[in-house]
Nanobody, 114 residues
């Protein structure tokens, strides 16, 4: 079974940047299309960005042009570079497959506030 561990969150001022990482156990990571999700208090998981096995990416309109998803299959890791952060980006961020087929990790908290 694949386990996901997210890291890299923190408190940042509006306009700042963070880089999130999601490390996956298991050598079959490379066969998954992966995604980053976020969950604000009282809301459901929102899909933020996806990346296919071949490296094609897609983004929610709310983050397009500000966030970049990437992956390093040799390290079983997917990344989310977040620039020009806004207070509305505040949430717990998770990674999973694009169909949410894996158990959720603990997530990493991102707080954007002055």
């Amino acid at each position: 079974q694949v386990h996901l561990v997210e890291s890299g969150g923190g408190l940042v001022q509006p306009g700042g940047s963070l880089r999130l990482s999601c490390a996956a156990s298991g050598s079959i990571f490379r066969i998954y299309n992966m995604g980053w999700y976020r969950q604000a208090p009282g809301k459901q998981h929102e899909l933020v960005a996806t990346i296919t096995m071949g490296g094609s990416t897609n983004y929610a309109d709310s983050v397009k042009g500000r966030f970049t998803i990437s992956r390093d299959d040799s390290k079983n890791t997917v990344y989310l570079q977040m620039n020009s952060l806004k207070p509305e980006d505040t949430a717990v961020y998770y990674c999973n497959t694009n169909t949410r087929s894996l158990n959720w990790g603990q997530g990493t908290q991102v707080t954007v506030s002055s």
